[in-house]
């Protein structure tokens, strides 16, 4: 399989910082943010290898390191690259970078579901 990647950049704006997201008092990227661009990635990337408009995929599992601080204003980069694929499940290795180099990398994985159908299974959660 030959790998696929999708890149997703964003400027670090105050709504990113740790402080603002409730992950830490710094007003330094929140680690949260940084897990949603690598998941917007995959997931776009996911999204491009359906065939089928009722599909959609959704995460099931990311782990990652976030090792390194990015300040307000500057610009990170996150990347999915699709490692795998094994039936319904899509398999990433994600990282993202900002100027200086890299400031966190892990793993994502990714299902694909009936879009309909698993968004009635959530609305009907609590429903009984």
């Given at each position: 399989m030959s790998?696929?990647?999708v890149l997703k950049t964003?400027?670090?704006e105050e709504e990113n910082l740790a402080c603002a997201m409730g992950s830490g008092s710094l007003m330094v990227l929140a680690t949260p943010?940084?897990?949603?661009?690598?998941?917007?990635a995959a997931a776009e990337l996911a999204q491009?290898?359906?065939?089928?408009d009722e599909l959609t995929t959704v995460g099931t599992m990311i782990s990652i390191e976030h090792t390194s601080p990015t300040p307000l204003g500057a610009e990170i980069t996150a990347t999915a690259v699709l490692t795998k694929t094994d039936g319904r499940m899509f398999y990433f290795d994600v990282k993202a970078e900002d100027?200086?180099?890299e400031i966190a990398r892990g793993t994502h994985t990714r299902v694909i579901v009936k879009a309909e159908k698993f968004q009635m299974k959530a609305d009907g959660k609590f429903n009984d």
């Open positions: 790998e696929k990647a964003i400027k670090v943010a940084v897990v949603a661009l690598m998941e917007n491009s290898e359906l065939c089928d100027k200086k180099g």
